[in-house]
């Protein structure tokens, strides 16, 4: 095949990874509405608040046992069609975690690069991760709860690149034709979509309540989201150094206030901010998912108002 005609598969391909994150969403979005009610927090506490009738056994430490005058509403089981559309959406899901990888894959060829050299390519890529992290998550954990909402985020992330990012393939400008890109940009690639599955469960955490629902519970939502920041940290430090690195490389020096190291630094700090508040001072719960969703704010800023609306260095989104 041509360049020109590898481009326009990669294209065709990421079409089809919308199409099929979409459809994945619709199947998830059914299983959640149709699948099992949690118990809210209100439940817990009552029991917990119940006497215990003096002389009677005490329960083994741990057991999740309730005292015989505690309330427990009683859930219908949900249909079977609700475990069905969240097998398909796994599936789909999978599919379209193919065809967004061929549309890199062919990029890459079309453009004989590394395929991230510009807002749209890195867009595309973000999204792949993002995807990856949550089913990579769902091979150890049973979250498919989440996924709904990053199908929607990579949707209509692959349809903002495709529609507002797009760029024809060809060559980059001659400050990204390095090895660097491979090192700085992956690393910076995988750690948002680390953060972005983050991201979306710290929104979930606000949006539930203490009530019963079809959500986990906020503990288990926190928990997904701390273990998620504590794999992307490490990778965003990395890609802030290799950045400095690839920086004096080009440029002559490491550090010169261009708009987008001064973000990446920013997004560095409040993650970081997050990551201390949970270790020393023992935040959890509301406070400190805001603290991440602060920080995440500062990602997307980063990612891409920084690209588009900040002329500097980095300005490489070719947005008209």
Known sequence: MSAEQLAEVSDQFVVAAVLLYVVAMVAFATDLAFGRVRPGRAVAKAAARQPVAVGAAAPPPGADVLPESASVPATPEPPRFAAVAGTAGLVLAWVGW?????????????????????????????????????LITQVRHDVRFLGGFVMV????????????????AGPVVPALDSYWIAIH???????????????????LYLVRGDGPSRLPSRADLERVAHRAIVFAFPLWTFAVIAGALWADRAWGRYWGWDPKEVWSFITWVAYAAYLHAKATAGWKGRAATIVQLVAFGCLLFNLIGVNIFIDGLHSYADVD
Do not use: Q
């Open 98 to 134: 193919v065809a967004n990888l061929s549309a890199i894959v062919t990029r890459g060829l079309a453009v004989d690069r590394w395929p991230w050299g510009n807002m749209y390519e890195f867009v595309v890529a973000i999204c792949f991760a993002a995807v990856s992290a949550f």
């Open 153 to 168: 985020t990579a949707a209509l992330g692959l349809g903002l690149a495709s529609k507002v990012f797009y760029t024809a």
């Open 185 to 203: 940009v992956s690393a910076a690639i995988i750690a948002s979509g680390l953060l972005t599955l983050a991201g979306v469960t710290g929104i």
